[in-house]
């Protein structure tokens, strides 16, 4: 029997339900939901943004529904096109294989065992023959597409659309019709997507899924969503002290919606912490800080969260270093190639590294280091430090 506390803490933080008592006649019925979340794996890490509608699906667990994770390893292929204003480079199925192995092993840092189903969309989606596709494609028409927004913009501009990317939204419907989803979550640029599953699966008889979408996180830049592409994300795996540094650096105005959604707090919290950083009764910093160990704590427990703040404090206000970072061997010769060996040792580009050297980013042992060569002895046994919380023990 859900509650009507139970039904306010599915609707946290949600931006749009549809249709509106869509979840409530659902709940209803007194059956457990099937509560479909479809993620493509275009990228290796699973982020603070994709948490925030993991957490939801979560919920729905600990009430006893059932969560049905498709990792799209079919759809990423194609492409989403949503909120794009050009065509998206198309994945291969190498590389798609790959993000997805990756990120199968980070969903149990948010998602029970329990109540859980995660498939593959490869499994339906790839064993569709030509007539499939052309009952799958009679299900919407091409006004129905253009009234999507990005189409329609680009559209209207002359910007090119294939036809394949009207196929990824009905694709992504058949993912509902397979599992027979009672519920779909998604992010707020996933809302025409999750409609159209609803127009699908009315079309193979199936009684239409409920759309429930959550906001998009704002990436640590305080800017833009968060994205990998764009690299400004937090992923869960993400070290403690890693993920504290980095919730640290967000631009104060980003706050608000980090404690709802990326800390998960009950909004009568973040509304009392909104209103004392308002008064002036809360310093920035101090906000910062609480959210900073709630995000960590979320993750990795409230002993590292503290071990991470600590970390910080010792980096950052009294210019220590870490107690625990790797040791990387220094190559041999008299001679060492800078930028080849900040590529080995922080796992970046040779152009990044280039970039951190011209910048003044790199120390050694706190001392600015520009020069792309030097002496091997002036290495060895030395802490280097890239940034403001990468650091390497260089060893020989």
Known sequence: MTTPDDLRSLLRHCDTVAPERGLEEKLESGRPLRVKLGLDPTAPAVTLGWSVVLRKLRRFQDLGHTAVLIVGDFTAQVGDPSARGAQRARL??????????????????VLSEHNLEIRRNSEWLAALDMAAIAEL????????????SDFAKRYESGAPISVLEFLYPLLQGYDSVAVEADVELGGSDQLWNLMMGRVVQERYGQEAQVALTMPLLTG??????????????IGVDDEPAEMFGKTMSIPDDAMAQWFRLAADLDEDEAA????????GALHPNAAKRRLARRVVAL?????????????????????????????????PGDTVNVPALIREAFAMSGADARRMLAQGAVKIDGEPLSDQEAPRAALVGRVMRVGKRRFARLVD
């Open 220 to 233: 640590t830049d305080g800017g833009r969503k968060m994205s990998q592409s764009v690299g400004n994300y």
């Open 299 to 331: 993750y990795w427990g409230e002993r590292e969260a503290a071990r991470a703040e600590a970390g910080f404090d010792r980096v950052f206000r009294r210019g220590g270093t870490p107690e625990d970072i790797d040791e990387v061997a220094v190559p």
């Open 272 to 279: 009392s912490i909104d209103a004392e950083l308002a008064s």
């Open 92 to 109: 291969t199925a190498e590389e798609v294989s790959a993000h997805a192995d990756s990120v199968l092993g980070q969903f149990g840092k």
């Open 137 to 148: 494609a009679s299900a919407a028409t091409v006004a129905q597409m253009l009234e999507r």
